[in-house]
DNA sequence: TTGAAAGCGCTAACAT
DNA sequence: ATGTTAGCGCTTTCAA
């Protein structure tokens, strides 16, 4: 059981007031940085506020009608709960949690993770629910809400900003994401280096549009090197260790084998390690490997793989940023177009000069 | 820029009640599902609550005095940070909020992770100003939160529950934990059944009290098993890397050094295995090493770390019900006792027979 | 079983 | 530069 002392009432705007002997207004005033308070006075509530350890209710903030002081992320259920349970180290979430708690903390908000289901036929229930509860002052969607429709659509009718990480399509909200078209392209350039010339490619889930984007960045960067075209070199997965292992059959069997693959996730290279593995073929001697989202995994595979890193703590920074200050610099800066957020190639030990 | 239409007017209890034609409080006592309402009432109530797509306001819920529907989950701040930035895949956060949130979400509550930092003076602002600008129903503790005098004083003194994960003192709040002592136990009888005679330890951040715990508990089981007890198998570390090279080093350099190792750590007994790699130990056949905590690391390494289970998500699993229904089975069932959750050992490639 | 009234803590709009 | 008023949306009294 829980032992409970009579709790000490909570101190509110109205003891400040009378403690400092003006309005609540006054307080308010001062709390919120309104202008037209003088100095002294806002020294003297500043030094009562200290001394009382009084903080505003974010409730009744609320309620009065101002801002909430919340900020909502909306991951995917199925997909988050998943990497939970699989303990495969992919720590998306908690790069998002990184870049966004941080932030909102640093301007008095708060960043509250909700999961909804992508794919329910509720998924208006299920995100009006979570709006009409909280009532935040911006949701930072993250893939693959952020170019869902419904919910775009949803946010908008209810009047709530948002910002769309790795989001694509035209639409409403402010887009923040990396260059995936030019990561996929820095991969083949970095292998081009490597000599290698035919390069294999495993696509992600079609679902989300990065994976076309990297596609697309894959094919550019053949064409512009001058390398071999070759359909059959691309395979499908869907991110999933499972497909990557299909893909990786296929790209291996060919009669003539790329000398080099380019994975559209870490566990997809992971499946293409142990494909090749299985299969006796050297690491990087016969084969080099290019991962993407550099997770912890990356770190500790034999050989260590060569990936490239999303900056999805520095995007969700920025997502906040943008929501919490919606005229500020920031989001001014990028005046209506996407916010595009450096990403790098962290070479290590699973690329090398190409056979022969 | 975000682009927003004209917001529609949130529908509010009012709304439903002019719908059903019924006073406020039979709406509300729907909502809350007080007794004394008929259920031709509640009938038409819910209805027309699903038609009109009304979810109550949580700040006004709050305001009008009712619970927050709040959960807050205090973790160290440095800690958590540093570890989001290391990138090494511990993933203790994601399984507090795979139990956490998802139980949460069951009862229609929210779970919001706030870092405070444990050794700042400044913990009683920091921990004061959450609480009065979220007014949550409870709060769950971390280690080493858990316990920690100041912030079950300050807890118990603003009248919060608190369920205190991994917690040992007695003191205020539900505990709610593994058993730490047992699960040494646990990996030095696994050792001994593989006849191992001289096992030695690397203990954890003194810091943390299941640090004593699981210590006592090596001591204890390899009196009952009859082994070698020598002060100079164990050493200090605190749970990170660097500590359980140093560690490695005093243990792997001794006249007669032990055939196994138990670290308190996943990290630390990545360690003991890059530092018997270092020294041409081979594993598990000259030495065998045990995890704590089992990482997802765990799986990636080679050998395969055998390593015990901390059942985080099951823990805040736990906590979050103990605090959302304080008088229900559930929490009744511990009547005042700690809940233990049960741990594993996951036995993998690390561990084998005793050399000779 | 229901309804009416008061108030939670704060802010916006309007005085002064 | 400051104070006053009204009201946010709900729940808890209390009365019917």
Redesign the pocket.
């Known amino acids: 059981m829980t032992t409970r002392a009579r709790p000490r009432?909570?101190v509110?705007?109205?003891?400040?007031?009378a403690d400092v002997?003006?309005?609540?207004?006054?307080?308010?005033?001062v709390?919120?940085k309104?202008?037209?308070?003088?100095a002294?006075?806002?020294e003297k509530v500043e030094e009562a506020v200290a001394r009382l350890g009084?903080?505003?209710?974010l409730?009744?903030?609320?309620?009065?009608?101002?801002?909430s002081f919340l900020l909502l992320a909306l991951n995917d259920r199925d997909r988050t709960i998943e990497q939970w349970r699989a303990r495969e180290g992919i720590d998306w979430v908690d790069q998002m949690l990184l870049g966004g708690i941080t932030t909102c903390a640093e301007h008095g908000y708060r960043l509250i993770l909700e999961l909804v289901d992508t794919h329910s036929d509720n998924i208006a229930g299920e995100l009006g629910n979570a709006l009409?509860a909280l009532r935040p002052d911006g949701v930072i969607l993250t893939p693959p809400h952020s170019d869902n429709r419904k919910v775009l659509d949803i946010l908008e009718r209810e009047g709530v900003a948002c910002a769309r990480i790795g989001g694509f399509d035209q639409a409403s909200g402010t887009i923040i994401r990396m260059d995936d078209h030019a990561a996929a392209g820095r991969c083949v350039e970095h292998l081009a280096a490597l000599g290698h010339r035919r390069i294999g490619f495993v696509a992600g889930d079609p679902e989300y549009q990065l994976s076309t984007e990297r596609l697309a960045g894959y094919r550019d960067a053949i064409a512009a090197a001058g390398l071999e075209a070759d359909d059959s070199l691309i395979a499908e997965g869907d991110f999933g260790y499972a497909s990557g292992l299909k893909a990786a059959e296929v790209l291996l069997s060919l009669d003539r084998p790329p000398t080099a693959i380019i994975a559209s996730s870490d566990q997809m290279a992971l499946a293409v390690m142990a494909v090749a593995r299985d299969k006796a073929i050297a690491m990087p001697d016969q084969l080099s490997v290019i991962g993407f989202d550099d997770t912890p995994i990356a770190r500790t595979t034999t050989p260590a793989l060569t990936a490239i890193s999303q900056p999805v703590a520095a995007m969700t920074a920025r997502a906040a940023e943008v929501l919490i200050q919606p005229d500020g610099d920031v989001a001014r800066g990028a005046n209506g177009q996407p916010h595009v957020i450096p990403f790098e190639l962290t070479v290590r030990a699973s690329t090398g000069p190409a056979p022969r």
């Not at 509110?12 to 007031?17: L, M, W």
Request: glycine letters at 8%; a positive charge; aromatic letters at 2%.
């Open positions: 009432r909570k509110t705007i109205k003891d400040v007031a002997g003006v309005s609540l207004q006054t307080i308010s005033r709390l919120n309104s202008p037209n308070v003088s002294k006075a806002r009084y903080s505003p209710s409730a009744a903030r609320r309620m009065g009608g101002s801002k009409a």
